[in-house]
C-alpha cells in the first residue's frame, strides 16, 4: 500500500476536503533515524501537516513546516514538495517519554507546550511566505489547526495521528484537513463538529482499513462530497548530495577546512535523511583548494 493524498469538495465549494496516509514515509523516518517511539509519533504528525500543505502546491513549490518548543526534542522539521517528496527531523529523536495516564504516548511532553509553529511556503517567488502562530498543546494537530485559523484565517479541522506497534515501528501513520472557505454557513461549521466528533479517530479508521478517500466519505458524504483530480503519491525522499554537503564544510571557513584536513578525513550527516558522506583528505584539500581561488 503506497502513501498518498486525495483531495476533493463538499457543500458546493464550501468545504475543502484533503486526506492522507503515510505509512511507509513515517516508516522511513523512523528507520533512517533510530526515532524512539514518542519523537516517531511527534515528526510523523508533522510529517502529516506538511503533507497535507503540499496539496495545494503548484511546480517549484515547497512548504516547511518548524516546530520549536520547550520540550526536550528541541527543534522539529518538515518538509514536502510539490511531486509529493517528504523528509524530517527531531534534533533528540533518543528521549525516552513516560507514557500518558492513559497509555498513549505523550507528544506534547517531548514537544513541549510553549513554543512556535513557523511556516515556510516558498513558491519560486523572490521572499518565500513566512506565517507563524503559538503552540495551543504540543500535540501538533491542534496546533496546525490554530496556525491555519490565526495566521491563514481560514477556519480548519485538522487531525493527524501515528500509531506506534511495541517494536517502535509505527504500523500507521495519517491524517485530514476540512477547511471552510468564505461564505460557509453556520449549518455547515455545526455540522462538520458533530461529524468530526462521532468519525473513530485518525488512526483507528487507517486501522480498520479505510482508504484516505474512504475517510473523507466516512466525513462529509453527507454534504455531497465529490473527489477532485487525481491521487498524490508520497514518499520519503531526501534532495541532499555529497555536493550539497560539500558546501555546507566551505561555508565552516577555510580554518576548519584546514583543522580537518589535519585530522586526515570527515564524515558529514545529512540532517534530514540521515545519510552519511565521506570526505577524503585529498577530497578537503581541493574544497579547500577552491575556496582559495575563488577569493
Ligand atoms: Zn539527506
Known amino acids: 500500500m503506497c502513501d498518498y493524498l486525495v483531495r476533493g469538495l463538499a457543500a458546493q465549494g464550501k468545504v475543502r476536503a484533503v486526506a492522507v496516509r503515510l505509512n511507509n514515509t513515517v516508516r522511513e523516518y523512523q528507520h533512517r533515524h533510530g526515532a524512539f517511539p514518542t519523537a516517531t509519533a511527534a515528526l510523523g504528525r508533522l510529517m502529516v501537516s506538511a503533507a497535507v500543505m503540499s496539496s495545494t502546491l503548484k511546480n517549484g513549490d515547497k512548504v516547511t513546516l518548524q516546530i520549536v518548543g520547550n ?50 511556503r516558498d513558491m519560486g517567488l523572490k521572499e518565500p511566505y513566512y506565517g507563524s502562530s503559538s503552540l495551543i498543546s504540543g500535540e501538533i494537530a491542534e496546533d496546525v489547526a490554530y496556525y491555519f485559523a490565526v495566521s491563514e484565517q481560514v477556519p480548519s479541522v485538522f487531525a493527524a495521528g501515528v500509531l506506534v506497534a511495541r517494536n ?45 478517500e474512504d475517510i473523507l466519505y466516512e466525513l462529509v458524504d453527507d454534504l455531497d462530497f465529490q473527489l477532485v483530480g487525481e491521487r498524490k503519491s508520497l514518499r520519503f525522499q531526501c534532495r541532499c548530495s555529497k555536493e550539497r554537503l560539500a558546501g555546507i564544510l566551505l561555508s565552516m571557513g577555510e580554518q576548519e577546512l584546514e583543522e580537518l584536513i589535519r585530522q586526515g578525513q570527515a564524515e558529514v550527516t545529512c540532517h534530514f535523511c540521515a545519510e552519511r558522506y565521506h570526505f577524503s583528505r585529498e577530497e578537503l584539500e581541493e574544497l579547500l583548494a577552491n575556496a582559495k581561488g575563488e577569493e
Open 168 to 212: 517502535g515501528i509505527p504500523s500507521n501513520a495519517g491524517g485530514y484537513l476540512l477547511q471552510l472557505m468564505p461564505g460557509a454557513d453556520e449549518e455547515v461549521i455545526t455540522f462538520l463538529e458533530r461529524r468530526v466528533s462521532q468519525v473513530p479517530s485518525i488512526t483507528a479508521m487507517l486501522d480498520s482499513g479505510l482508504s484516505p
Open 71 to 120: 520540550g526536550p526534542f528541541g527543534r522539529l522539521v518538515a518538509d514536502a514538495n510539490w511531486l509529493g517528496d517528504l523528509r524530517g527531523y527531531v534534533t533528540n529523536p533518543h528521549v525516552r517519554i513516560p507514557p500518558r495516564v492513559d497509555g498513549k504516548l505523550d507528544v506534547a511532553a517531548g514537544v513541549g507546550k510553549t513554543g512556535m509553529l513557523y511556516v515556510i
